[in-house]
């Protein structure tokens, strides 16, 4: 992922947040457990459905756009 598929705000934000996790103990650990579950859940709809539809719509749903956003910006997707 890049930081360029952003707008000039989701940049500005994106770039808050890498700091914020960079610097912050308390929130570094509020967004890992926030992947980790996210993650976990993933797991667990692939395993009770085993439908790649279902976990895509998972990604594109509103917990899955801030997944994606908080993963990138954490660099746990790069």
């Known amino acids: 992922m890049v930081r360029s598929?952003?707008?000039a705000?989701?940049?500005a934000a994106f770039d808050e947040v890498s700091s914020?996790?960079?610097s912050d103990p308390s929130f570094r650990e509020m967004v890992d457990r926030y992947l980790d579950d996210f993650e976990q859940?993933?797991?667990d709809t692939e395993h009770q459905t085993?439908?790649?539809r279902v976990l895509a719509n998972r990604?594109?749903?509103d917990?899955?756009?801030v997944y994606l956003f908080l993963a990138h910006a954490?660099?746990?997707l790069s």
């Open 9 to 11: 705000e989701g940049r």
């Open 41 to 43: 859940s993933l797991r």
């Open 5 to 7: 598929l952003y707008t």
């Open 63 to 65: 917990t899955g756009r």
């Open 50 to 52: 085993g439908d790649a």
């Open 20 to 22: 914020r996790y960079r």
């Open 59 to 61: 990604l594109v749903s």
């Open 74 to 76: 954490s660099g746990r």
